[in-house]
């Protein structure tokens, strides 16, 4: 019944932004939507019998949030509807879906190349093909690599600065997580931590960034999707 509900409320707010000329709802409303997407995904997680139908609930929501502009959770709204199709094992939905979302609504130009590599591999995974997955990880690794120039001075400057959101604010700090990450999938969580442990003491790193976003991503598991 609630999410028979929820569904109900997508399509009256779905009805406020689908005039001839106007296909944009106030932030608040985004906002509202917003929350009740989160309580969507928190339902289906939290609940011992994960049923596609909240799934299904949750992308006509996020479709209607897509429609109607919702601009400022946008890319967080393509996130959410590739890690949905993906958790409903719809691969080929989201790999199209992915490929034919304009380039520039991502964050950076390498993030799209790099969920499509990360959609095909988790469908490698689920077919128990580890073999291909690896191979797609591994790919995703020597691109991250390039992308961020490791080694890097610039990096490591970044890194060691006191301040911590001065190291959220650089453009590149998503990527350098998504190294670390990628690289633990594939040559395992102990040995990354460990470098990461061994990085911070040699350049002096900012302890609270190495702790809250470099090693705790580094063991988020690799499904669900989300985002990295």
């Not at 959410?80 to 520039?104: G, H, V």
């Not at 594939?186 to 911070?200: A, R, Y």
Request: with cysteine; hydrophobic share 40%; proline share 2%.
């Amino acid at each position: 019944m609630k999410m028979y509900v929820i569904f109900i409320v997508s399509v009256l707010l779905f009805s406020q932004c689908k005039t001839p000329n106007s296909n944009t709802m106030t932030e608040e409303e985004c906002r509202q939507m917003g929350f009740v997407l989160s309580e969507m995904w928190n339902n289906y997680f939290l609940n011992d019998e994960q049923s596609y139908a909240r799934l299904d609930s949750a992308l006509a929501l996020i479709d209607t949030m897509l429609l109607c502009n919702c601009d400022v959770y946008k890319f967080n709204l393509i996130v959410c509807k590739i890690s949905t199709l993906c958790e409903k094992k719809e691969f080929a939905e989201a790999l199209t879906f992915a490929n034919q979302t304009n380039d520039s609504l991502f964050l950076a130009l390498y993030l799209k190349p790099l969920y499509l590599k990360r959609i095909k591999a988790m469908e490698a995974q689920e077919k128990g093909d580890i073999s291909t997955r690896n191979a797609l990880l591994q790919d995703i690794v020597i691109e991250l690599k390039n992308y961020l120039h490791i080694p890097s001075a610039e990096i490591d400057s970044i890194l060691k600065s006191k301040n911590v959101q001065d190291i959220y604010r650089y453009e590149k700090n998503l990527a350098i997580s998504q190294y670390y990450f990628y690289r633990a999938q594939i040559e395992g969580t102990d040995k990354i931590l460990n470098e990461l442990d061994s990085l911070q003491q040699s350049i002096h790193g900012n302890q609270e960034f190495f702790d809250a976003s470099l090693k705790s991503m580094v063991m988020i598991d690799f499904t669900p999707f989300i985002g990295l």
